[in-house]
């Protein structure tokens, strides 16, 4: 490890030595508040749609709106996070987040919310993007898995309680307070990194170039979330995602793709995103189905079934930090394999599902498999970020971001196939198998381990030095 004297440290440089606890919780309340907004929403769209005078298609723009810009920037915001200071990344974002929201709430008509939403989702994309980077350059090297596991824990637990949240806001204090409900937050984020972290160079604005692969790859990761979001009113629809072959092609050949390409190049990394996507995707599948066989077959309330449901996120967020700590002593790899194995044998356990199962019985499993996926979290971003240079960590950081939300995705689109038209009972064993399925390939991607990395991806301590993309 290089040592720098006084005054050769590049703006924004947080030392190695040292650990900052408070900026790693930022990144935690950050990646929970993102995360928050993509289903927080949902529960609102009727009242949306009553409060806006407009119909029930226009107000799921509510939603579409925020998640487009998220997934289809993510890439290019890695590229251009990987040459930008740290604290303006963190407080630019942040306070644009919190603006947009309070825009949203104050939407006087629905071409005011979907504009507010839009800009919402493009800060949100630097956030998801951000987290994880702030999180690993916050603590020494020896505690980085524990560190990243406060957001991926975290961030998923804003996913799952959402529609919880959301509807406790929506009966006491009406749709707005689902956009203003993320403020204080965001407040209390831009206080403590404006006073922990140390000033830099600021925000460098994307030249042309830059500007142009943007447009290249949000088009065409816009097109395959918007496939996969509709092929739950049909499967024809996927066939739309063969559009956003051309747009991607292009980018990838051009000198915006090269560097990712270059990066998922790294032995193991590119197996490492899969088990990503495949354990996103059976958790969202299984999410989905067990929604609806309790309520529908099970004949519970939707108090029961949200109660229910939450035994996956309560074990995940208990599970998650013992995952960061057994991967900084015994290594990153078997831990999240661990974590893999066991959220698979939880869903595996659900298949059987019958008629005279009480929530009981399906709490303990869905607690099993939320373990599983707390063990997972943190380790596997660690095991991700830690074998590529410190210049790449931002944009490694966006592909992983990227797997996991066209995991959220993809689940609830096979998970439909899966039930058929008539969503009968062995619709749901068989949506309940696939879950099992997407988790069960998560094992071997993670198991089975890589060359050892080279002196170039070994450099990942904040001593190595940043390059503009």
Same mark, same amino acid.
């Given at each position: 490890?290089?040592?720098?004297?006084?005054?050769?440290?590049?703006?924004?440089?947080?030392?190695?030595?040292?650990?900052?606890?408070?900026?790693?919780?930022?990144?935690?309340?950050?990646?929970?508040?993102?995360?928050?907004?993509?289903?927080?929403?949902?529960? =609102?769209?009727?009242?949306?749609? $009553?409060? @806006?005078?407009?119909?029930?298609?226009?107000?799921?723009? =509510?939603? @579409?709106?925020?998640?487009?810009?998220?997934?289809?920037?993510?890439?290019?915001?890695?590229?251009?996070?990987?040459?930008?200071?740290?604290?303006?990344?963190?407080?630019?974002?942040?306070?644009?987040?919190? @603006?947009?929201?309070?825009?949203?709430?104050?939407?006087?008509?629905?071409?005011?919310?979907?504009?507010?939403?839009?800009?919402?989702?493009?800060?949100?994309?630097?956030? /998801?993007?951000?987290?994880?980077?702030?999180?690993?350059?916050?603590?020494?090297?020896?505690?980085?898995?524990? =560190?990243?596991?406060?957001?991926?824990?975290?961030?998923?637990?804003?996913?799952?309680?959402?529609?919880?949240?959301?509807?406790?806001?929506?009966?006491?204090? !009406?749709?707005?307070? *689902?956009?203003?409900?993320?403020?204080?937050?965001?407040?209390?984020?831009?206080?403590?990194?404006?006073?922990?972290?140390?000033?830099?160079?600021?925000?460098?604005?994307?030249?042309?170039?830059? =500007?142009?692969?943007?447009?290249?790859?949000?088009?065409?990761?816009?097109?395959?979330?918007?496939?996969?979001?509709?092929?739950? $009113?049909?499967?024809?629809?996927?066939?739309?995602?063969?559009?956003?072959?051309?747009?991607?092609?292009?980018?990838?050949?051009?000198? !915006?793709?090269?560097?990712?390409?270059?990066?998922?190049?790294?032995?193991? @990394?590119?197996?490492?995103?899969?088990?990503?996507?495949?354990?996103?995707?059976?958790?969202?599948?299984?999410?989905?189905?067990?929604?609806?066989?309790?309520?529908?077959?099970?004949? /519970?309330?939707?108090?029961?079934?949200?109660?229910?449901?939450?035994?996956?996120?309560?074990?995940?967020?208990?599970?998650?930090?013992?995952? !960061?700590?057994?991967?900084?002593?015994?290594?990153?790899?078997?831990?999240?394999?661990?974590?893999?194995?066991?959220?698979?044998?939880?869903?595996?356990?659900?298949?059987?599902?019958? $008629?005279?199962?009480?929530?009981?019985?399906?709490?303990?499993?869905?607690?099993?498999?939320?373990?599983?996926?707390?063990?997972?979290?943190?380790?596997?971003?660690?095991?991700?970020?830690?074998?590529?240079?410190?210049?790449?960590?931002?944009?490694?950081?966006?592909? *992983?971001?990227?797997?996991?939300?066209?995991?959220?995705?993809?689940?609830?689109?096979?998970?439909? *196939?899966?039930?058929?038209?008539?969503?009968?009972?062995?619709?749901?064993?068989?949506?309940?198998?696939?879950?099992?399925?997407?988790?069960?390939?998560?094992?071997?991607?993670?198991?089975?381990?890589?060359?050892?990395?080279?002196?170039?991806?070994?450099?990942?301590?904040?001593?190595?030095?940043?390059?503009?993309?």
């Amino acid at each position: 490890m290089t040592h720098h004297g006084p005054g050769s440290e590049p703006p924004g440089h947080i030392s190695v030595g040292e650990d900052r606890p408070l900026l790693v919780a930022v990144a935690g309340l950050l990646s929970f508040v993102a995360m928050l907004d993509m289903n927080i929403v949902n529960v =609102a769209l009727a009242d949306i749609a $009553d409060g @806006l005078h407009v119909s029930a298609a226009t107000a799921q723009w =509510a939603v @579409l709106a925020y998640q487009l810009p998220v997934v289809a920037l993510l890439l290019p915001v890695g590229r251009w996070l990987d040459g930008v200071g740290m604290r303006s990344a963190v407080l630019v974002p942040t306070a644009g987040f919190a @603006l947009s929201s309070a825009l949203a709430a104050a939407a006087p008509w629905a071409a005011w919310l979907i504009a507010a939403r839009l800009v919402q989702g493009a800060f949100g994309a630097v956030l /998801f993007v951000l987290m994880p980077v702030l999180a690993i350059r916050s603590v020494r090297p020896e505690r980085r898995a524990r =560190a990243l596991s406060v957001p991926a824990t975290l961030g998923p637990l804003g996913a799952v309680t959402g529609p919880a949240v959301g509807g406790l806001l929506l009966d006491h204090w !009406g749709w707005h307070s *689902v956009f203003l409900v993320k403020i204080p937050f965001c407040v209390l984020a831009l206080i403590v990194a404006w006073r922990a972290m140390p000033r830099d160079g600021g925000l460098k604005r994307p030249d042309r170039r830059a =500007a142009a692969d943007a447009l290249l790859v949000s088009s065409g990761t816009a097109v395959v979330l918007l496939a996969l979001t509709l092929a739950s $009113d049909g499967t024809p629809w996927l066939v739309l995602a063969l559009a956003a072959v051309p747009p991607l092609w292009w980018w990838l050949r051009g000198p !915006g793709g090269r560097p990712v390409t270059e990066t998922m190049r790294v032995p193991g @990394l590119l197996r490492a995103h899969g088990s990503v996507l495949a354990l996103a995707a059976g958790f969202a599948a299984m999410r989905y189905v067990v929604a609806l066989y309790l309520q529908r077959d099970g004949g /519970f309330s939707a108090t029961t079934t949200g109660l229910t449901l939450l035994a996956f996120p309560l074990a995940m967020g208990l599970a998650g930090p013992l995952g !960061g700590r057994l991967a900084d002593r015994y290594g990153a790899r078997p831990v999240a394999a661990t974590g893999a194995a066991l959220t698979t044998v939880g869903l595996l356990l659900l298949v059987p599902s019958a $008629d005279g199962w009480s929530p009981a019985d399906v709490v303990w499993r869905l607690a099993l498999a939320g373990v599983g996926m707390g063990l997972n979290g943190g380790p596997t971003q660690a095991l991700v970020m830690t074998t590529v240079p410190r210049n790449r960590t931002a944009t490694v950081g966006s592909t *992983v971001q990227l797997a996991r939300s066209l995991g959220f995705t993809l689940g609830p689109a096979l998970a439909t *196939v899966a039930l058929g038209p008539t969503g009968s009972g062995a619709g749901v064993h068989a949506g309940l198998a696939l879950a099992a399925c997407a988790a069960c390939l998560a094992v071997p991607l993670l198991a089975l381990p890589g060359h050892r990395p080279g002196p170039a991806s070994e450099k990942t301590t904040d001593t190595a030095p940043a390059v503009n993309p």
